[in-house]
């Protein structure tokens, strides 16, 4: 029996995760045997899906999470195993330096101080992000990155989370915690609606024609990303959930498997899909600040570290648009 | 004109690096030019030597550095430069996780807080240290350390050091400040008393037998270490504060070049200084907690952003033993 936790900043991926952690109803915790999931707490400041809600091993807790945890680790309480995945978003934190600050390195913190304040060193999922990396005039990157290629984040939310990086690692040196930090590429297709991440037009320009509305592309067609499905992200955050110590290998991040796509070659895509008609909604507008901010992103990496773990990359953009209509279209189906 | 502010842990560093500015009477600043020093503000629990209290130009700050500037900027006031080396050792922060949290973590955070609250983005040169550097099982050290080498921490104290440095360079990315993390070597032969670091044995085992005194070494003879005298990390300070921004060459962090050598080499310098009589006052009492704590810190570094800003290390360790000698034993000179 296991009591799991996740912090959510209302997006999707907390519900997402929440939903498979629910279906198998059990779970193999850091490798030491399958358990049932008695309890699933969700923190979230946007409130859970009804779906969730309804469901009876859930625990929805609705606030702030620096604000729910300076009164203690109240929420956190029996927790074997919690995913952190609360954060403001790179465009917020990019805009507003004081609100990254308070929501993803003064809410990491308080959360790291509660799990030890628990005394039982539960399993702590870090989601963090290749936000990490970063290419400056001083430090340009890497052709190809690895699993130990210097964090230089261009951005205040890259900051934020390779600090929430080192804390975890050194909470997990001193015993105090079980750290696992999967560094996300970014996702896409992202289901609902816009969010203010920079790389939001990385799913709106795929999301928005497939639905029969126009989206933005703020960037060049021939810009570069490394993505992952929404799919591979949740099989990502599970492996680090249920790796060994040993299979983990070690405190530092692991950057997850991405597949390298260009704009053009992601609207190819949506034309095989969908046709010309589809990427006809896309309007070119080129955005400087968004265009400086994700030029300085990395694009290609070797994940020796999650292939160990074996976790790929998803095979093609094609195959991550079939994957989002047939969820999108599924009857019945909670979505996101 | 130019107020400058130094804040220190009680430590010699600060005051050193006092009496080095205020004989100068000017300093380059970031290579704008030079201005006379009109202001040395020192900020340090532990009070200020009587010389440095008697200069006209200095304003002793006494205090908590977190808890001076909870209450705002104050102190300060009018900065052109701030050198931030107030912190709580290695030794202290592994044996009280809470204190290096405190007086590392927050204290810096308030720091970069307040210098931002100026709205002039003062220089802030940072002293981190090679404990952002770690040696652990799943990852090993490269034989050769550089800039571009990621920071994997085995204390507390690194930890700490390493969040400074990313927090400093994103507050220097956004132009609240303007930050130079300069990465200190273990400085050897630091004067006056033993300290809680877990280096302390790196100055004591030479500083204590040239005064006739016993001292402890917790550590096998063929441990190495990379090493730097007081000049030489005084020297590399100044050297963060009168670079031109081009000179300095990015965000992050530049280690300081230092000079590799094993314990054994250290005693045979000190033999040939004093004569067997200085090294049999050396009592080998292995410590295995500082054993495992020093072989996890690396020990050959290649320096080359220090190289091109002019820095280069001790040439050998007989000149560092003749450097500590001399000073402590000029008559009329304020020692430490």
């Given at each position: 029996?296991?009591?799991?936790?996740?912090?959510?900043?209302?997006?999707?991926?907390?519900?997402?995760?929440?939903?498979?952690?629910?279906?198998?109803?059990?779970?193999?915790?850091?490798?030491?045997?399958?358990?049932?999931?008695?309890?699933?707490?969700?923190?979230?400041?946007?409130?859970?899906?009804?779906?969730?809600?309804?469901?009876?091993?859930?625990?929805?807790?609705?606030?702030?999470?620096?604000?729910?945890?300076?009164?203690?680790?109240?929420?956190?309480?029996?927790?074997?195993?919690?995913?952190?995945?609360?954060?403001?978003?790179?465009?917020?934190?990019?805009?507003?330096?004081?609100?990254?600050?308070?929501?993803?390195?003064?809410?990491?913190?308080?959360?790291?101080?509660?799990?030890?304040?628990?005394?039982?060193?539960?399993?702590?999922?870090?989601?963090?992000?290749?936000?990490?990396?970063?290419?400056?005039?001083?430090?340009?990157?890497?052709?190809?990155?690895?699993?130990?290629?210097?964090?230089?984040?261009?951005?205040?939310?890259?900051t934020q989370k390779v600090i929430g990086e080192y804390l975890l690692a050194d909470h997990t040196r001193k015993g105090f915690l079980r750290g696992r930090t999967m560094r996300l590429a970014t996702i896409s297709v992202r289901p609902g609606r816009p969010n203010a991440a920079a790389s939001g037009y990385l799913s709106s320009i795929i999301r928005e024609p497939l639905a029969g509305q126009r989206a933005v592309c703020p960037v060049d067609a021939a810009t570069a990303a490394a993505l992952a499905s929404p799919d591979r992200a949740i099989s990502a955050l599970l492996c680090a959930a249920t790796a060994t110590d040993e299979a983990w290998g070690g405190h530092s991040a692991v950057n997850m498997p991405s597949l390298t796509v260009t704009v053009a070659e992601m609207v190819a895509a949506l034309e095989r899909a969908a046709g010309p008609a589809a990427s006809a909604l896309i309007d070119w507008v080129p955005d400087p600040a968004v265009e400086r901010l994700v030029a300085s992103w990395p694009t290609r990496f070797r994940t020796d570290r999650a292939a160990r773990l074996g976790l790929t990359p998803d095979p093609d953009y094609d195959a991550v648009i079939a994957m989002h209509r047939a969820e999108t279209r599924a009857p019945g189906r909670q979505s996101p």
């Open positions: 029996m296991v009591h799991v936790v996740i912090t959510g900043g209302g997006g999707f991926v907390d519900a997402r995760l929440a939903r498979r952690l629910l279906a198998a109803g059990e779970l193999d915790l850091a490798g030491a045997g399958l358990r049932a999931i008695e309890r699933l707490t969700l923190i979230d400041q946007a409130g859970v899906p009804d779906d969730l809600a309804g469901d009876g091993r859930v625990t929805a807790v609705p606030g702030d999470l620096g604000d729910l945890l300076a009164a203690g680790p109240g929420p956190l309480a029996g927790a074997g195993l919690i995913f952190h995945l609360a954060a403001a978003v790179s465009g917020e934190c990019e805009a507003d330096f004081d609100l990254g600050m308070r929501a993803n390195l003064r809410a990491t913190e308080a959360l790291l101080a509660a799990g030890r304040a628990l005394g039982t060193a539960p399993v702590l999922v870090y989601s963090s992000s290749i936000a990490a990396f970063g290419d400056s005039p001083d430090h340009p990157l890497p052709a190809i990155l690895d699993d130990e290629t210097l964090p230089n984040p261009q951005s205040s939310y890259g």
